[in-house]
C-alpha cells in the first residue's frame, strides 16, 4: 500500500506525490539477505559433511581449522546436522596424557549424512540381476521377484488376512505398503477399491525388470482374496502405482474398473466412512 504525501516544488505549488514506503523496501532487503545467508550456510554445511565423509570422525576444533571458519560456526552447523539425524557424536579414541576438561567429542556422518552425497544402489541392484538372468535364466529372476515381494509383504499378512472384506483388506495393505515406504492409500472409484502406491523404492530396477511388478501384483491377489488388475506403474512412468481391486456389487459380480475414471461412479452405493487408509494429499496420485 503506497503511502502519499506533499512535496515542494519550484514555483510554490503543492503537489501530492508518493513517498517512499520505507519498512516495505527494509523487509525486502531483510528477504534478500536472509536468502543470501541460507544459501551460505548451505554450503557451508555441504563442506562440513563432505570432510567427515572424506576424513571420518573428526572433532569440531580440527573441521574448523581444516575449513578456516570459526569453531562457533562449525558447532552450529555440527548441531543441525545431529537435530537432522545425519550425523552422530563418538568418543575419541586418541591415546595419549589426558588433558584438562572433558575429551573433545568427535563428529562422524551417519548413513542419512552420507546419503546427500549419493549412492549407487539402483545401479548395483540392475546389475546383479543382469547377472542373475544371464546365468541362471528368466525363472531365477521371477524367483528372485516372488522372495522380495513375499519378505516385503510376510510380516503383515496377519493383519492384512484379519479383515474380512476385500475393501478392508486393501485398507490393511496399503497401511502395511506405507510402513515399508511406499506411500500407500485406497479410494473407492465405482464399485471397486483402487489400491495406489506414490513411490517405489525399487521403481528404476522394475523398469527394466517387470517380473518385480508381476510379482507384486500375483502377491496383492493371495492376500486380498479376489483378482487384481495393475493400471499404472512408476516405472511405466505413471505417478503412481495403481491396482484395482474389485469388489462385490448388490448383484454379487465384481466391478470392473473404469478406464480413466478418477471419481466414484454416480450408480455406486457410498462405502462407510473410515475405511481408507489415509495418508497426505488424500490418497490421490500426485
Do not use: W
Request: a neutral charge.
Amino acid at each position: 500500500m503506497k503511502k502519499v504525501g506533499t512535496s515542494q516544488l519550484a514555483d510554490g505549488d503543492l503537489r501530492r506525490a508518493p513517498l517512499v514506503d520505507v519498512p516495505a523496501q527494509a523487509e525486502s532487503q531483510v528477504r534478500a539477505q536472509n536468502s543470501g545467508q541460507s544459501h551460505v550456510d548451505g554450503r557451508t554445511r555441504h563442506q562440513v559433511a563432505r570432510l567427515l565423509l572424506e576424513q571420518g570422525p573428526m572433532a569440531a576444533v580440527v573441521v574448523a581449522e581444516q575449513l578456516n571458519i570459526s569453531p562457533t560456526a562449525v558447532r552450529r552447523h555440527l548441531d543441525a546436522m545431529l537435530a537432522d539425524g545425519e550425523a552422530e557424536t563418538r568418543d575419541s579414541t586418541q591415546r595419549g596424557p589426558r588433558g584438562r576438561g572433558r575429551p573433545a567429542k568427535m563428529f562422524a556422518l551417519t548413513e542419512s549424512g552420507r546419503a546427500r552425497f549419493g549412492h549407487a544402489y539402483d545401479d548395483l541392484a540392475v546389475t546383479a540381476i543382469r547377472f542373475l538372468a544371464e546365468h541362471a535364466g528368466e525363472d531365477a529372476v521371477r524367483a528372485f521377484a516372488e522372495r522380495r515381494v513375499a519378505a516385503l509383504i510376510g510380516p503383515h499378512t496377519e493383519a492384512i488376512l484379519s479383515q474380512e472384506d476385500p475393501a478392508a483388506r486393501a485398507e490393511a495393505l496399503a497401511t502395511a505398503l506405507s510402513r515399508e515406504g511406499y506411500a500407500a492409500s485406497t479410494r473407492q472409484v465405482g464399485a471397486g477399491e483402487q489400491l495406489c502406491q506414490h513411490h517405489c523404492p525399487v521403481a528404476h530396477v522394475a523398469a527394466e525388470f517387470p517380473q518385480l511388478c508381476e510379482a507384486e501384483t500375483e502377491a496383492f491377489a493371495r492376500l486380498l482374496g479376489t483378482h487384481v488388475q495393475r493400471l499404472a506403474t512408476i516405472a511405466r512412468g505413471d505417478n503412481a502405482c495403481t491396482t484395482h481391486v474389485p469388489v462385490a456389487s448388490a448383484t454379487g459380480i465384481p466391478a470392473e474398473p473404469e478406464p480413466g475414471s478418477t471419481e466414484p461412479s454416480r450408480a455406486a452405493k457410498p462405502r462407510p466412512s473410515g475405511r481408507t487408509a489415509r495418508i497426505p494429499n488424500g490418497g490421490k496420485p500426485e
